[in-house]
């Protein structure tokens, strides 16, 4: 019997439109702060406007980072409640796109955001046990590495700055797997309505069971991701928004954020892949 294969986002393409925008105007939310601490320092008031700040050498980028550093100190308790809250909120849309992909009929908008709100309590207690899991692991490994590097000495302290690197590394890869676990855990919890607890079963021991497809699965729209990034960094280099011209902004604007539409297709297509790996191994 052949299984089918999970449902392709081109499928949902309202669905990650909504997921994108949601990231877009929370992305603009936690950002207006610094833009007011930027704009505070009066750069606007030169004709050639913040164009100042892009500008080779960064001159004028590390004079305003130098007059507002003692204002970002006072703002960050806001921002970290603000990030908080931003994060939980994300949660929702992440959701409604998981119930998306997660049935091949499509859904009223309604069932499916109604359906979104009602996993998300186990999808916040997965992600915030992620979270603390990770951080857990890279201070660790931060710490592991430092001893590591401090306690070479004699010949092998020429060596000292890889093991450092090598142990901060593994952390890092770690940290990765823990990620897909807690990506895992969400799908599965979303494919078969299960609770915290079952979710997390569930995410471990898909992991464990197909590590090689669950990495092919991420791998792949990472790779695509890193590749967009990289051209788009090359891009803007290229359109060069120190120079003169109002049209290079906006099209570095626009570049940016068709860039990031594109990187929400790369996370739809992972988090489509981890619904048809937990419905595999579950079967399975």
């Known amino acids: 019997m052949i299984r089918p294969g999970p449902l392709s986002p081109l499928r949902r393409v309202r669905a990650v439109t909504v997921y994108f925008t949601a990231h877009l105007v929370a992305a603009l939310l936690f ?8 704009s505070g320092t009066g750069i606007g008031r030169f004709p050639e406007g913040d164009r100042h700040l892009f500008q080779p050498g960064g001159l004028m980028l590390a004079e305003v980072a130098r007059t507002i550093a003692p204002l970002v100190w006072s703002s960050a308790a806001s921002a970290r409640f603000s990030g908080a809250l931003l994060f939980v909120l994300l949660l929702v849309p992440h959701a409604a796109l998981l119930v998306s992909l997660s049935r091949a009929e499509r859904e009223p908008e309604n069932v499916v955001w109604g359906r979104a709100m009602g996993h998300l309590p186990v999808l916040l207690l997965l992600s915030g ?17 430092t001893v590591i590097r401090d306690g070479m000495t004699g010949p092998a302290a020429r060596n000292a700055d890889l093991a450092y690197l090598a142990a901060v590394g593994a952390g890092a890869l770690l940290a990765l797997a823990l990620g897909l676990v807690r990506d895992l855990g969400r799908a599965a919890a979303v494919k078969g309505s299960l609770g915290a607890k079952a979710a997390l079963r569930a995410g471990l021991m898909t992991f464990a069971r197909a590590p090689g497809r669950v990495l092919l699965g991420w791998t792949a729209p990472a790779v695509v991701g890193i590749a967009l990034v990289l051209l788009g960094a090359a891009l803007t280099s290229a359109f060069d928004v120190s120079r003169p011209g109002a049209w290079r902004v906006w099209l570095v604007a626009l570049l940016h954020q068709a860039i990031a539409y594109a990187l929400c297709w790369c996370r739809a297509f992972w988090l489509s892949a981890s619904l048809g790996i937990v419905k595999t191994a579950s079967a399975g």
């Open 129 to 145: 046990l992620s979270l603390l899991a990770q951080v857990i692991v890279l201070f660790g490994a931060v710490t592991v590495a």
């Open 31 to 38: 950002a207006l702060p610094a833009v007011a601490l930027v």
